[in-house]
């Protein structure tokens, strides 16, 4: 598989984990707690995984690969429980902007492991994003964030941010020569085994799970722990995390999207136009190989 086909993995990644959000949504409306959604979501993405896993290929892995995956899990789940904190503090579109600064300190941080600045297009991908994310968020209007009123929100969505850009970092280093589906699997049971601990499993047992919880959690496991975890473990280690980072900028417009065709919120001539540039700021990186090719 070409350059292009990784990259579009893990633009397809971004945009499952972007859809997961309004079926959350869905789930919240129909009355159900966002400790119950999240902890049905990862249950069911390990039980997805595990499916998978066992008519796939297996290889023996060693106790540092282990942690490798396990860790790496958890911060995508650290992820969602900080963006969900954020949110219910902030504006959404506040915590949208919060959780988009993964797009800046994702190039940072692979720039420090390279010991390299980043490129000139991929400079100018970041600032087209943060300029689409301003629009596709609604946040145009001079809406400002209250620092100081809400600092547990303003904490935990930069936060959320930087435990998202450790994921995508490490997705591409973790677990290397373990098989796709294996590495994808250790990484939701480490993701689960946090948010046990952190939630109660009551839900499995008070009849929660069984009475509704069930289909929002099999929807929100396939797109929310299954495909971003899979795609991202696949594509990742080819086109380095710096790529994979703005790729990952396709999140906003899958959820605007997703939240139009789901929840009925109708995306503004504002939104639309933030989208394309988004959009166009992920394609910028990879038009460059492509006019290199034919000098």
């Known amino acids: 598989m070409k350059r292009f086909g990784y990259s579009f993995l893990v633009l397809l990644g971004a945009c499952s984990y972007g859809v997961h959000g309004p079926i959350i949504k869905m789930a919240s409306n129909a009355g159900y707690s966002s400790s119950d959604i999240v902890s ?15 008519f796939m290929p297996k290889r ?28 219910a503090d902030l504006s959404a579109s506040a915590a949208v902007i919060l959780l988009f600064q993964f797009v800046w300190i994702g190039i940072v941080i692979e720039s420090i492991h390279m010991r390299t600045l980043p490129k000139g297009s991929t400079v100018i991908s970041v600032v087209l994003i943060w300029t689409g994310t301003l629009l ?11 620092w100081f009123s809400h600092p547990v929100g303003v904490l935990c969505g ?9 994921f995508i970092f490490l997705s591409g280093r ?15 049971i480490g993701g689960l085994i946090v948010i046990l601990i952190m939630n109660s499993p009551s839900f499995l047992i008070d009849g929660t799970f069984t009475g509704g919880l069930w289909q929002y959690g099999l929807l929100s496991g396939l797109f929310g722990a299954v495909l971003p975890v899979l795609f991202f473990a696949a594509g990742t280690p080819q086109i380095g995390s710096g790529t994979a980072t703005i790729c990952g900028a396709a999140e906003l417009p899958a959820a605007v999207v997703a939240a139009w065709l789901f929840v009925g919120e ?9 989208i394309l ?3 166009i700021a992920i394609m910028l990186p990879q038009w460059k190989p492509k006019r290199a090719a034919y000098r």
């Open 277 to 279: 540039i988004i959009l």
């Open 266 to 274: 109708q995306a503004t001539t504002v939104q639309t136009v933030g």
């Open 40 to 54: 049905a979501q990862y249950l069911t993405g390990v039980l997805f995984l595990a499916a998978a896993w066992l």
């Open 60 to 87: 023996n892995m060693s106790i540092k690969q282990w942690g490798e995956l396990l860790s790496t899990g958890v911060l995508l789940s650290v992820t969602g429980l900080f963006y969900a904190i954020s949110i």
């Open 158 to 166: 930069l936060l959320s941010g930087l435990t998202f850009a450790l």
């Open 136 to 146: 596709a968020a609604r946040s145009g209007s001079g809406e400002a964030i209250e």
């Open 174 to 188: 973790s677990g290397k020569g373990v098989p796709a589906v294996q590495r994808s699997l250790f990484m939701s």
